[in-house]
């Protein structure tokens, strides 16, 4: 485990260690991802957690962190809880997803947080499921934060998933454009050359 991950999990320990706690301690953890090369300039991640039946009742908040350097980026974020077939009709209840950018020297959040949508099914039974995505965003130190509480008799687990791809720089953006427009003027041409041809016989 690294020093960000310890700062950060002594850092969630204490915020929900001061606020008043009617049950259990709140589970706070924080893990940076392991990010997989597009071929592209920007990653994809696979993550999540799972809980033990000691755990049931008791509240999480979890962290998985990960930084981005050179262009600006698009990031895009899921989660899906387990079904366990637990009495209580399903094992997760997960209550947030959010992305969120941070000063790795202080640990505050820098700028505004993109909150998830709650894409959850109808029914006792439906597993839970969130989503979020991001735009233009700059670079630097970033985290992926998921809450909710353990329901299930034996524990639950979750997992979660997170696409970066890097945004086309100006200049490039634009010699797209100029190409795509060339194309359809050409095209256009052809077409007009086509039907001034006098007709063959």
Known sequence: MNKTSLVFSA??????????QAAAQ?????????????GAGGF??????????AESGRDFTELFTFSVSGLPFDAAASVTSSFLNSPLGKDL??????LYRYDPATLAVIGP??????????????PDSWSLAAYDLPTGAY???????????GGGSFGADLAV???PEA???ALLLAGLAAGALARRRRQQGDMEKPPCG
């Not at 850092?11 to 008043?20: M, N």
């Not at 589970?27 to 090369?37: E, F, L, Q």
């Not at 994809?44 to 039946?53: E, I, K, Q, R, S």
Request: hydrophobic share 50%.
């Open 171 to 173: 200049p490039a953006f």
């Open 26 to 38: 709140t589970i706070a953890r924080s893990t940076p991802v392991a990010a997989i090369g597009d």
């Open 113 to 126: 947080v993109v909150a998830g949508i709650d894409g959850t099914g109808f029914g006792d039974e439906a």
């Open 143 to 153: 985290a992926v934060r998921v809450d909710g509480r353990v329901l299930g008799s």
């Open 93 to 98: 209840d997960i209550v947030a997803l959010s």
């Open 165 to 167: 791809s890097p945004v």
């Open 11 to 20: 850092l969630l320990a204490g915020a929900v260690c001061a606020a008043p």
């Open 44 to 53: 994809n991640a696979w993550f999540g957690d799972g809980f033990t039946a």
